[in-house]
């Protein structure tokens, strides 16, 4: 067949029935396939449990517990036996009190001792000056005994009055006689057997600090007559009078 004759009119209306045909048999094909053809999916079933349900009885309450009988009073326990006292002695009846003899008591002579040596006025440029020598030893006065009834034994007090004794003045300080301090010290001397002052307490001040030092450190240097019980030296205690005047 030449090129004009494949193109003619006639032969162009047949190609196209036959393609028309052939494009309607493959549309039916697959037409079939999807409605005719094919079955339909299975559906899932759904199945209702079914509730199986057992009544149970509630249990049966317990029945109460008996109540505890009543304790038994405990039984007192027997009462101790007290011990019975031991049977004191009898107190020893007293023993008559033997009251000792009554010491003598020192009483001071009646004529008042002589003051002690009285601070001298010096000059302040000048040494203490010297006491006047002492006049010929006289017998020693008598020291003032003490008052004591008959039997009892006799106590000489101590003394500082013997002229032999030669104790010193005391010496005034220089600032108390420039500032005018005087006045009286009372000291209370304990003198030993020896006739020393072994212990000094000051009794009564003069009111001024430097006179009393004074007076204390004089009276340290003094000798003594010693005090006696029954014609026995015997350490007793002493007042020494310390007069401190400006002349």
Do not use: C
């Amino acid at each position: 067949m030449s090129f004009p004759e494949h193109f003619a009119p006639g032969a162009l209306k047949q190609r196209a029935i036959i393609i028309g045909a052939v494009l309607a048999l493959h549309a039916a094909a697959i037409w079939a396939l999807q409605h005719g053809m094919s079955k339909p999916s299975a559906q899932p079933q759904i199945i209702p449990a079914e509730v199986i349900a057992q009544f149970i009885a509630p249990p049966a309450p317990e029945p109460p517990a008996p109540a505890p009988a009543p304790a038994a009073p405990p039984t007192p326990a027997p009462p101790k036996p007290q011990p019975k006292p031991k049977p004191q002695p009898p107190k020893p009846a007293p023993k008559p009190v033997q009251k000792a003899p009554p010491l003598p008591k020192a009483i001071a002579d009646p004529t008042p001792a002589p003051d002690a040596p009285t601070g001298t006025l010096e000059s302040e440029s000048a040494p203490v000056a010297d006491t006047a020598p002492p006049a010929p030893p006289a017998p020693a006065q008598a020291a003032p005994t003490a008052a004591t009834p008959s039997g009892a034994p006799e106590v000489v007090l101590p003394s500082s009055n013997a002229s032999y004794l030669n104790n010193p003045r005391p010496s005034y300080p220089s600032i108390s006689r420039r500032m005018g301090e005087q006045g009286r010290v009372m000291l209370r001397v304990l003198v030993n057997t020896d006739g020393r002052a072994e212990q000094i307490e000051l009794k009564e001040s003069s009111g001024f600090d430097r006179l009393d030092k004074a007076a204390i450190a004089a009276v340290k240097k003094w000798r003594f007559v010693p005090g006696k019980r029954n014609g026995v030296p015997e350490a007793m205690w002493n007042i020494v009078p310390i007069n401190f005047v400006l002349e």
